[in-house]
């Protein structure tokens, strides 16, 4: 059994910039590599030694960064505490995942735990210049727990060995090294954990308790502007909420170097209001899930693939073995395709005995690219198209962002903007040639509730 743990890349990246500011805080204060070891070796003086998992339960600022830290190094794994979902069914992931102790502050969560026989820990004093202690443990051990956001109904524990995310922390760098000296606001967690592996400058975006719902766009911008800042990582909801402000407010950015977008398809319509507000910055649109991150990396962006080609994701990353789990056959620009579910596995890829992880997305290949046109539950064509295709062609080119449910040959359109029923007609008939059925329905679409990206479907039906 070969043993490890992944806090041993963060050590030694933070050991060799002991003096130096790694992170710095939306409140103006920096952590230097020295002070946040030091944070995390006393955090580990209250950790449970049997290596049992530990709940974390709180809002993200700089304590919760060193617990979570801490607890990887002592080898207890951490569940991250699923703020989106029910909490009744949180207490079923808390059984199945065996939490016992938790690091919680809302007293009202204390005393439901305590009825669930999870103790809160309390964090002893800090303590000056211990020695961080880093267990060995098997690379197959669990480190990080996290639920999906659940984008088709069914929500699920994710548990990321030491090997894996040590192996994702490669396959970034993989992509990224070149931005590697730059200083960067990530909006991902994942990242964040890269950065400081890699040694890379990072800068927490002010969003109270890290909750997108909590976005302010001015209080973003202001930090932008404001701090020696280089690269950009964050989802679709993100990015187009800060480029919608800057496009009012007529301001170009031009000190930004990269951006790095996922999390959701990246439409078009979205990369063309990046290219415009920052115009400096070299964009990557970025395909993968948390089992699996990167899956591939979309560079030509400034090349516009045809919007009813579906949404590009780019060319598959090295480290992934890649197969497409045919759905049926079609022709996209009179050239030959397989459409079916997105298969993959690799070193830096979460699946059961090594097997190829069903992803839950479906696409194909063209010319060495990957394209998305459908998710699990939402997989019925019209004339060899999927939903994806016909909502990325018509935010492209009407400009209303659209759900669409393929149900029995009718097309469901789903919108919370006017839509004439005309204009799509139109629309369908000049780009694919085809008269489909359509059903225009008003209604809010229903987004999940973490990144406020991906179209809960399941809820439109």
Partial sequence: MIMSNFFNLIHQSLIKKANEEVIFWPDGTSSKANELLNDISSIQLSLPEDQSSVLLARPFD????TILLACIANGNPVLIFPKHIPFIECLQYFKDNKIKHAFVNSLFLKLILRFQQIRNISIKQKTLHNTITIKNVSKESAALISLSSGSTGKNKSIVRSHEILEEQVKAIDLSFNKWKNQNDF?????????????????????????????????????????????????NAYYFNKICDYLLEQKIKIKTINGIA?????????????????????EILIVYGSTEAEPISIRKNTSIKSPAYYGYAVGEIHDGIEFKINALYDTEVDNEKITVGEILVKGKHVCSNDNDFLHTGD????????????????????IKGIQHL???HCIEYNLKIQVAIVIKDGIMNAFTEKKIKLQDLEKLFFITFSIKPKINIIN????????Q??????????
């Avoid at 977008?261 to 063309?272: K, R, T, V």
């Avoid at 696409?363 to 046109?373: F, P, Q, V």
């Avoid at 406020?452 to 039906?461: A, H, V």
């Fill in 452 to 461: 406020l990206s991906k179209i809960l479907y399941y809820k439109l039906k």
């Fill in 62 to 65: 700089k304590q919760t960064l």
């Fill in 389 to 391: 295709a016909f909502e």
């Fill in 362 to 381: 479906y696409g194909y290949i063209l010319k060495n690219e990957l394209y998305l046109t459908a998710r699990e539950g939402n997989i019925e064509n």
């Fill in 186 to 234: 990530p909006l991902f967690a994942n990242i964040l954990l890269y950065n400081l592996s890699v040694g890379k400058k990072t800068y927490i975006p002010n969003i109270p308790k890290f909750d997108l719902q909590n976005l302010s766009t001015s209080a973003i911008i202001e930090q932008i502007q404001s701090l020696t800042i280089e690269t950009l990582t964050g």
């Fill in 261 to 281: 977008i996922g999390g959701s398809p990246i439409s078009n319509l979205l990369l063309e209001k990046l290219e415009h507000c920052f115009p400096k910055a």
């Fill in 443 to 450: 209604t809010k679409i229903p987004r999940d509730k973490r």
